[in-house]
């Protein structure tokens, strides 16, 4: 009797070394989960991310506004007539 008790908590100590860090065990589930939610925040980022630059492809397929609104802002165009003013911050 005494020879099967000991076999028993030698099988289980064998299952539960196999469940937390055998292979597929808790350790390794736990840290596959946390690599999936990093994943996935990154993809919600990036999701937004193409949402932004689909809707401005899209507003710059639509029309001359934001074509000319983006040549003002990245090369500081003017229309003839106008006066360029930049305002600067204290900071600067």
Same mark, same amino acid.
């Given at each position: 009797?005494?020879?099967?008790?000991?076999? #028993?908590?030698? =099988?289980?100590?064998? #299952?539960?070394?196999?469940?937390?860090?055998?292979?597929?065990?808790?350790?390794?589930?736990?840290?596959?989960?946390?690599?999936?939610?990093?994943?996935?925040?990154?993809?919600?980022?990036?999701?937004?991310?193409?949402?932004?630059?689909?809707?401005? =492809?899209?507003?710059?397929?639509?029309?001359?506004?934001?074509?000319?609104?983006?040549?003002?802002?990245?090369?500081?165009? =003017?229309?003839?007539?106008?006066?360029?003013?930049?305002?600067?911050?204290?900071?600067?």
């Amino acid at each position: 009797m005494r020879l099967f008790i000991i076999i #028993l908590l030698v =099988i289980l100590a064998w #299952l539960q070394y196999d469940f937390w860090d055998g292979k597929n065990g808790m350790n390794e589930y736990t840290a596959v989960k946390e690599s999936v939610a990093l994943q996935q925040a990154a993809n919600t980022e990036l999701q937004q991310r193409n949402q932004q630059m689909y809707a401005e =492809i899209k507003d710059l397929h639509g029309g001359k506004e934001a074509v000319e609104e983006r040549a003002r802002n990245d090369l500081g165009l =003017i229309k003839p007539g106008e006066t360029f003013v930049r305002v600067l911050d204290d900071n600067n």
